[in-house]
């Protein structure tokens, strides 16, 4: 019966420290830029986007800014991605499966 108290205090004192870690992600900040730098991003890691910087030299081709706009997402998700991991595999004593998706 001791065992199941010290492993319940274990699996408390856990969740306590993934509801932390879970703010302190909502308030990270992602930076991104697109591959010349013409589209930057700042989102955070619950993926409120914070900024968008067009640069006007792209304003006048959609296709180029489309394009821009799917590859600095991306490039911001991967980044919001190893943060996530980083940060939970610490709360969760590096026990985190090498696919394991957070769920948020």
């Known amino acids: 019966m001791k ?7 274990q ?3 856990m969740q306590k ?3 932390k870690t879970q703010k302190e992600l909502e308030r990270t900040i992602i930076s991104a830029e697109s591959n010349k730098g013409f589209i930057k991003l700042e ?3 619950s993926h409120k986007i914070k900024s968008i910087l067009i640069e006007d030299e792209v304003l006048h081709d959609k296709k ?3 394009k821009y706009l799917i590859e600095v997402f991306n ?3 991967r980044k919001i991605d190893q943060e996530t991991k980083s940060k939970m ?3 969760a004593g ?3 499966p090498p696919n394991f998706k957070m769920p948020f």
Do not use: F
């Open 75 to 77: 490039i911001a998700n």
């Open 43 to 45: 989102i955070s890691c």
């Open 17 to 19: 420290n993934v509801k």
């Open 94 to 96: 590096g026990t985190l």
């Open 3 to 9: 065992d199941l108290g010290k492993l319940l205090s």
């Open 89 to 91: 595999s610490g709360v």
């Open 64 to 66: 180029l800014i489309e």
């Open 11 to 13: 699996a408390r004192e």
